[in-house]
C-alpha cells in the first residue's frame, strides 16, 4: 500500500515546520499575509503580515525586502525595511542592514552595529503566543493595602 518513505514524507508535509513560502525580488504582494511555516520576503509586500500563534513561524527580511504594515510573528529576522509595528512573540533579530520606522515589541531581542529602530523598543517579557501583551484582571471586589 504505502511505503514506509512515503509515510515519513506526508507526515513531514503534515507538520508545516519545513513549508517554506518566498516573496521573490521584484515581487509586490498587496493585502493582509496570515502563514504558517517559514515566510521569506525579498521583494515588497504591503500589507500586515501575521502567523498562527500556535505556530513555531518565522519571518525573514532580507536586505532589500520590505513589508508596509503590522507584524505579528513568533521568531522575526529583520534585514530589510519596515514601516509598521512588529510584534515578535518569542524572538526577534534586527541584523546591520534593518531599518524598522515603527515601535518594536519583543519578549527576546538581539540587535546588531547598525540596525535601526525609529519607533520605541517595548519589552514584553509578559507577552503570550497571539502577540499581544498579557493584561492583568482585577475583579470590582478586590481591595488594595499599600504595605508600609
Do not use: C, W
Request: charged content about 25%.
Amino acid at each position: 500500500m504505502f511505503s514506509k518513505k512515503e509515510k515519513v514524507d506526508s507526515t513531514m508535509a503534515s507538520s508545516g515546520s519545513n513549508h517554506t513560502t518566498l516573496i521573490a525580488r521584484q515581487t509586490e504582494v498587496s493585502g493582509d499575509m496570515h502563514f504558517r511555516g517559514n515566510l521569506v520576503v525579498e521583494g515588497k509586500v504591503k500589507g500586515n503580515v501575521s502567523a498562527h500563534s500556535d505556530s513555531d513561524a518565522r519571518l525573514q527580511i532580507v536586505d532589500g525586502g520590505t513589508v508596509e504594515g503590522e507584524i505579528r510573528v513568533p521568531h522575526v529576522v529583520i534585514n530589510g525595511n519596515v514601516n509598521g509595528d512588529v510584534y515578535a512573540a518569542r524572538h526577534l533579530e534586527l541584523s546591520s542592514k534593518a531599518m524598522v520606522e515603527g515601535n518594536v515589541h519583543y519578549k527576546l531581542i538581539e540587535m546588531v552595529k547598525g540596525a535601526q529602530v525609529n519607533g520605541a523598543l517595548v519589552s514584553n517579557v509578559d507577552m503570550d503566543t497571539t502577540g499581544e501583551p498579557r493584561m492583568i484582571e482585577y475583579s470590582e471586589d478586590e481591595t488594595v493595602i499599600d504595605a508600609e
